[in-house]
């Protein structure tokens, strides 16, 4: 079945959307376990340095590891969505197919996730506006006057 690039693009967005909600679902359970959360600490309880990188990091590879899983083996193998087949190569390795259906709504998956924190970034969810101190020396050319602010 041949689809046209708006079905497309939001079968693809919806498909993300689900696979993001999934995966940091996943890892909040995974927050709440003592022994994942062992193996896997938030990166809010650990401290600056090293072991926060660290953390953030195999955070980073088990979302991936869990988006992938969704978008390649449940979403395009399993349920037998074939992007490259809707969008008009009918052609295409069936594999090749998968893999990129896979790949495409496991990338959109964390752009998708980007799109959801943004409100929050635009000052929805920030704390009050704190005033903006300027230090310097302002010297007027035309008048007699420098003032100078320590």
């Known amino acids: 079945m041949r689809i046209d690039g708006i079905t ?28 994942c959360s062992r193996w896997l600490p938030d990166t809010d309880t650990v401290e600056e340095g090293p072991q926060r990188t660290a953390a953030a ?7 991936f590891g869990l988006s992938a899983l969704q978008g390649v083996v449940i ?10 087949q809707a969008i008009g190569f009918p052609d295409a390795p069936h594999v090749l197919d998968i893999l990129f259906t896979g790949l495409l709504l ?5 752009r998708v996730a980007a799109l959801v924190k943004m409100p929050e970034g635009l000052g929805s969810g920030k704390k009050a506006d704190q005033p903006i101190q300027i230090t310097g020396t302002l010297v007027l050319k035309d008048g007699a006057s420098t003032i100078q602010n320590p």
Do not use: H, M
Request: proline fraction near 2%; aromatic fraction near 14%; include cysteine.
């Open 57 to 63: 990091k195999k955070r980073k590879l088990v979302y």
């Open 106 to 110: 496991t990338a959109g998956s964390d």
């Open 75 to 84: 979403i395009a193998w399993y349920g037998n969505v074939r992007l490259l």
């Open 8 to 35: 497309a693009l939001a079968a693809i967005l919806i498909a993300s959307f689900v696979i993001e909600r999934l995966s940091n679902g996943v890892l909040f359970l995974c927050y709440l376990s003592p022994w």
